[in-house]
């Protein structure tokens, strides 16, 4: 059980976000929920299982990376120095590398990386201090191996691993700690979200996600792995194989992925 926490939750207003705020809303936690939508954000609050009072909303885009650590303080001041952050905020693609714009990498990266980056190195410095606290960082299996139509989000979650990796060397004597989560597919309006080769929402969910793990599960998943201590946890369907696959035959993965073809072809999407 995780109780009388401080966790700050990015990426809040819905989804697996969402689920993770009620999840946690109970047992003398204080949450910070955080998005760019603070009328979403509100409805989560309203809908989580806790004292308003100890719920604090702080409206955030994770491309605004000069504002971070103003918003750090804002934050630390308000509510104290959080003991677990919950870095779940991002946006995916489905676009093939040759159809997408560089502008969609650059605004992906952006969110999924530089953001975490940005928010990470300003919260750093007072958890240093505290000597205690946690980054439970949102990857995905797609930040252990990639499949077409998906380059610019699985760049973003790969880099991830390799920052939050180190992260948690150079800081392990300052207790502070990292778990990485890597999900399959999950029911959340991710795919419907994804940006197509010219930077539009795609607008419709993919067939994979809409008979993923529900966000409820995940979330408590997540919730294991942070109680256990864990450094890093996959989950999800079939896709979740892919990760023995990779280590340990990489050249049957690439032939399995391209057989199955009708699960990721894409149609024209570069508009």
């Known amino acids: 059980m995780i109780e009388n926490k401080t966790i700050w939750i990015t990426g809040a207003s819905s989804g697996l ?8 809303s109970q047992n003398g936690n204080r949450l910070i929920l955080s998005a760019r939508r603070e009328d979403e954000l509100r409805r989560v609050k309203a809908s989580c299982n806790s004292d308003p009072a100890n719920i604090f909303i702080q409206v955030m885009d994770m491309r605004e990376k000069t504002v971070m650590a103003d918003i750090c303080q804002t934050v630390i001041n308000q509510v104290g120095v959080p003991d677990i952050v919950i870095l779940n905020a991002g946006i995916s693609n489905r676009s093939y590398i040759v159809d997408t714009q560089y502008d969609v990498f650059d ?14 190195k300003a919260l750093l410095p007072h958890l240093i201090k505290k000597r ?20 610019a989000y699985s760049s ?21 700690r990292v778990l990485l989560v890597c999900p399959g597919f999950v029911q959340t309006n991710v795919t419907k979200n994804s940006l197509t080769g010219s ?13 993923g793990m529900t966000a409820n599960e995940a979330a408590n998943r997540i919730i294991k792995g942070i109680i ?16 023995l696959i990779k280590r340990f035959f990489p050249n049957l993965l690439t032939k399995i992925v391209l057989r199955s073809e009708k699960e990721w072809k894409l149609e024209n999407n570069n508009k």
Not at 17 to 24: P, Y
Not at 160 to 172: I, P, Q
Not at 199 to 211: F, R, S, V
């Open 156 to 176: 973003s979650k790969h880099a991830l691993h390799g920052f939050f990796d180190t992260l948690r060397m150079e800081h392990y004597k300052d207790n502070i």
């Open 107 to 120: 605004r992906i990266m952006d969110v999924n990386f530089f953001g975490n980056v940005a928010l990470s």
């Open 132 to 151: 205690a606290g946690k980054f439970v960082v949102i990857s995905s299996l797609s930040g252990k191996f990639a499949s077409p139509g998906r380059g």
């Open 17 to 24: 976000g969402e689920a993770m705020a009620k999840a946690l």
């Open 199 to 211: 930077g539009k929402p795609q607008g419709k969910l993919d067939a994979t996600t809409a008979n």
């Open 228 to 243: 256990k201590n864990k450094q890093e946890i996959a989950f999800g369907g079939r896709e979740k194989f892919g990760l």
